[in-house]
């Protein structure tokens, strides 16, 4: 299961850049690339839910996603 991967896909569905991720979870662009691009830093779950909510999905949505397209 690869939830980074999904997030990437959403956010690419979404047309949304990593700068207005970051904006929209209040992170930082260099935080979120890493947790979601490289394995340095991991996606905790207080991270995973301001990203979800920043995607307008559930936390669960993005974890069915990423079983689903394992």
């Given at each position: ?36 691009n ?12 301001a990203?979800?909510?920043?995607l ?15």
């Amino acid at each position: 299961m690869n939830i980074a991967a999904e997030i990437r896909a959403e956010v690419g569905r979404q047309r949304m850049s990593l700068t207005d991720l970051a904006k929209a979870t209040g992170s930082t662009k260099q935080k979120l690339s890493k947790q979601i691009n490289t394995e340095e830093q991991k996606l905790e779950i207080p991270d995973l839910t301001a990203i979800a909510a920043a995607l307008n999905l559930r936390v669960s949505d993005l974890i069915i996603r990423a079983e689903e397209n394992a």
